[in-house]
Structures are given as C-alpha cells and as structure tokens.
C-alpha cells in the first residue's frame, strides 16, 4: 500500500473550493495603482510560499498563482521535513547563503506561527569502521564551519540512538537539525502571507508573459483567468517546472534534473515512543545526504530517502520498485531492530527539483524585472525563508526608483491553531482536507504531503 492523494477522492479533491480575493482590494491596500501587482509569485510550493509571505511583509501588493488546485503540491509534497543545518552544502554556494541566512529565522518563526517542530538534532550513525572515517572527517569539516557537533563514540551514540543496531560503531550528532511538520511549513508561509494582504489563486497555471518596456509591467496569461495579470515583478518559483516556466519568456538557463526520493511508513508497532525521536541518519556520500530513520512530529516512524535520476516529473511519481522498499527497510531494522518484521502501512516518493548545476539557480534580470527561483533541490524547506529575504533584495534592485515599499499597516501574527484543532477540521471535513478555524477566509488546503495526512489520519482515529 502507498500514501497517495487518495485516487478515489480525487472528484472531491477537484471540487474544493480554491480561495481568491479581489486583485483590486489587496493591491489598493499597499499599491500605487489598483490592479497593478507589485510582485506576482508563480509557484506555490515552500519557496514560492515564503517568498510572497517576505515581498507581502515588507509591503508589496503580491500575488501568489499556484498551477494545482491544491499549494505545497509540487516537490514540496515529498520531502523528509527535517530542517538540515547551513554546513551540509558547500561554502560560497547560493544555496548555502540561503541557508545560513534561513536557519537563523527557522526556529524563531516556526515557534512565533506555531509550527508544529522539534529541535531534536540528528545522530548520523557509522556502522563500520570505514563510514566512521567518513564521519570524522565531516565532524572537523562541520566544526570549522561553527556547526554545534560532537562526535560520538559507540557507547555515546547509543545514549542518543538507543534502538540502533549491535554494530553501531560510533555517530556525529548535529544539534541543529530540526524535525517539522512538511505540510504546514509552506501552508504557514502562504497563510502569513494571506493574512497580510496577499492574494492567493489556486488552479491559476501561467501559460504566457510578455514584458511592456514602456509601462515597465509584466502581463501574464492565466490558464481560466479572464483577464491577465499586471504586475511589476514576476518571480518564478516554478520547482519541477521551474524550466518550462522559464522558457515562456526566455530559453531556460538550466534545465530540471529531477531526483527521486522513496520513504517507508510503519504502522504503529508497539515500539517504544521514544524510538526515532532523535533521528538517525545514514552516512552521507557525494550525491546524497543518506537515508534517514525518524520519527514525524504527529509520530509516524519512517524510512527514507532514496536518491536516483528519473525523467518524469509528475507528482506524485509511482509507488517504488519492491527492491527499492526492501532497501528503506533494511535500513529501518539497522536503525530499529524491533522493525524488522514490522507492518509497513505504505510508501511516498517525491522528486527533488535539482539542475545540472549543484547549486540553486537564483538570478534577476533587472532589465526586465523578472526574478528565476529555480533549481531548489534537496534543502528548500530549510532555506525557504533565506531564499524569500535573497528575492525580496533582488526585487528591491529591480524596482530602485520606481515604487517605494512601506507597509502602512503593522504586521499581523496569527499563529496556526493547535495540532488537535486542525485534526479537528481534517476529521469533520472528511475529505483530506483543512480549513484553519481563525483564518476561515484562508480557504480549505488539502494536505499534499503523505507524512503529515497519514499523521492526522491517525490522530483523527483517536480523536
Ligand atoms: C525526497 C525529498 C527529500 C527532501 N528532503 C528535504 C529536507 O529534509 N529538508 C529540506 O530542507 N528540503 C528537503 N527537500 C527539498 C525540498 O522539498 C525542495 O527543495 C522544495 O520543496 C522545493 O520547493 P519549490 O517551491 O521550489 O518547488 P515545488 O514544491 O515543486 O513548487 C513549485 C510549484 O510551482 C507550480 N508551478 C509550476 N509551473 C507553474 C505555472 N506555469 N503556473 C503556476 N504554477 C506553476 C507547481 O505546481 C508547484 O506547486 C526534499 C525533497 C525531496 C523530493
């Protein structure tokens, strides 16, 4: 079995109703001229989702246009949830820019929107003699880039990964790393926005765009959208189609290189609840931060990447091969012996929107106001608030003299309702959706990501 969107809902899932507000009311609130967005956003995954909530904060009319009917739907859909730390990218990278700048806000903003998170660090196990060589030297190399590490030995690793298997060898803990709720990351970022004065349009794909020199404005063509959409700013957070969304205005600079990522789930099995609390990770290599054993912040315990090429881009890709599976849960025992005969209760897979380069492909061309988000591959949760601070410069050059952004209102702060309020809603609506009790006007969202549905299926059972 695999956590899917539920084929057989999917009528119900068309039916939702997408949230739109008057272009007219949002933009006359902080724009010059009504019905002129400041920035509109294509792209609503994590990225596109911080980066309007950042442009919306500091007080551009912004709009956020998401292709499916549902946000966090694209590569956002797939991933572990575990905010890494700055020091698993190499320095003088984008990518690792945006990390250092988005680590240093993740914290403080999951806790101020009541993100459901847990600060618990990772224990990266060795299991041979070789892989703890490995380890060392990513301990020196994570130290001399200030990271909270120690490296542990055998007896200190399983003080932290006491379920780990007999030929545990030693581990590196990184402090810093942070398990998240997947799904109400980019939701919490979108509902910020919104409650704000963005305006968000769901089922909204960008099909073309063409640049007036004079007016110096964008206009973009809206798949179902009777009139086109003028703003000053475009930034295209496209993710899996982040290439395509390119071509429309230009030949793409990078071309989308997806790589997929397999988990398991376990049912409940009766193992301690303790177990999975810190994750344990896997050694990583040149192409891969490893293989992860966690425990979700809803307590599901899971197993997974996997890292392979593919050429497919939809999402979400096929369940994965039975070797694939036997794979993840092999490395389920080694981090939990007591799951080796354990029930699985399914399978997810994601696709990580990565390029032919290694880093993040962030770029403005100012002539024509036109920002690239693209190239995002396996660390945009945690750098989505660097990402969105890096646009909202990048969007400041780009309109230098030609509006000045002052929000004229304070910024509101309404944190997400409780875990039991929102499984609540997912309970009562009973079609894998949630609607947030104190922003009703925010619309139903359908929970894209597996981790985070399976957890409130489950909570919802106890309810
Ligand atoms: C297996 C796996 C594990 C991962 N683990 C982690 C992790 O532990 N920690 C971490 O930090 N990151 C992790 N990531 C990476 C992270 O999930 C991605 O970097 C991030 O989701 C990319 O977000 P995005 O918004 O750029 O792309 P997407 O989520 O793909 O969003 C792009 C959106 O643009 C929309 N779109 C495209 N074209 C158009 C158009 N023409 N008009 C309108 N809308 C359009 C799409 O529908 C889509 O919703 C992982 C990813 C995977 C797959």
């Excluded at 899917?4 to 109703?17: D, E, G």
């Excluded at 298997?165 to 581990?171: A, K, R, T």
Aim: glycine fraction near 10%; proline fraction near 5%.
């Amino acid at each position: 079995m695999r956590w899917a969107c539920a084929s057989s809902k999917a009528s119900v899932l068309r039916a939702l109703p997408t949230f739109s507000r008057s272009a007219a009311s949002a933009a006359s609130r902080f724009s010059s001229s009504a019905g002129v967005f400041d920035a509109c956003v294509v792209g609503g995954g994590v990225v596109g989702a911080a980066v309007c909530r950042e442009l919306t904060l500091q007080g551009y009319a912004c709009l956020l246009l998401e292709r499916s009917p549902h946000l966090a739907s694209g590569a956002s859909s797939g991933n572990t949830g575990i905010a890494c730390t700055a020091s698993d990218v190499e320095e003088g990278t984008v990518e690792h820019s945006c990390l250092v700048e988005g680590t240093s806000l993740n914290l403080e903003t999951y806790k101020a929107l009541n993100i459901p998170h847990r600060a618990s660090g990772t224990v990266y196990c060795a299991y041979s003699t070789q892989e703890y060589a490995v380890l060392q030297k990513d301990f020196l190399r994570r130290l001399s880039r200030g990271d909270a590490v120690a490296l542990l030995d055998a007896h200190e690793a399983r003080g932290l990964a006491p379920s780990a298997s007999q030929s545990l060898v030693g581990g590196l803990w990184v402090k810093g790393e942070v398990v998240v709720d997947p799904w109400l990351v980019p939701i919490a970022w979108a509902r910020h926005a919104w409650e704000n004065g963005a305006v968000i349009e769901r089922g909204s794909e960008v099909v073309g765009a063409s640049f007036d020199e004079v007016q110096r404005l964008w206009k973009l063509d809206v798949r179902h959208r009777s009139e086109a959409v003028r703003a000053r700013v475009v930034v295209a957070c496209g993710g899996l189609s982040g290439d395509q969304l390119e071509s429309l205005v230009r030949p793409s600079p990078f071309s989308i290189k997806p790589r997929r990522g397999d988990y398991v789930l376990y049912e409940n099995t009766g193992v301690g609840a303790e177990v999975g609390s810190v994750p344990l990770g896997s050694v990583p290599n040149a192409t891969s931060r490893g293989v992860f054993f966690w425990r979700s912040v809803h307590g599901v315990l899971a197993v997974g990447p996997t890292a392979y090429e593919v050429d497919d881009r939809v999402v979400p890709p096929p369940p994965p091969a039975d070797d694939v599976v036997d794979f993840l849960k092999q490395a389920a025992s080694n981090s939990c012996s007591e799951l080796a005969n354990a029930s699985i209760a399914g399978t997810y897979s994601g696709l990580r929107p990565g390029s032919e380069l290694s880093d993040y492909r962030i770029s403005l061309d100012q002539g024509r106001q036109w920002v690239t988000v693209g190239g995002i591959r396996s660390t945009g949760l945690t750098a989505s608030l660097g990402i969105a601070k890096l646009v909202s410069r990048l969007c400041g050059e780009s309109l230098v003299g030609q509006v000045s952004f002052k929000r004229e209102t304070d910024v509101h702060w309404t944190p997400l309702p409780s875990v039991p309020s929102i499984v609540a809603s997912f309970c009562e609506r009973a079609d894998g959706s949630v609607v947030f009790s104190d922003t009703p006007g925010f619309g139903a969202h359908y929970v894209t990501h597996p981790l985070t549905r399976i957890g409130f299926s489950r909570m919802s059972q106890h309810a």
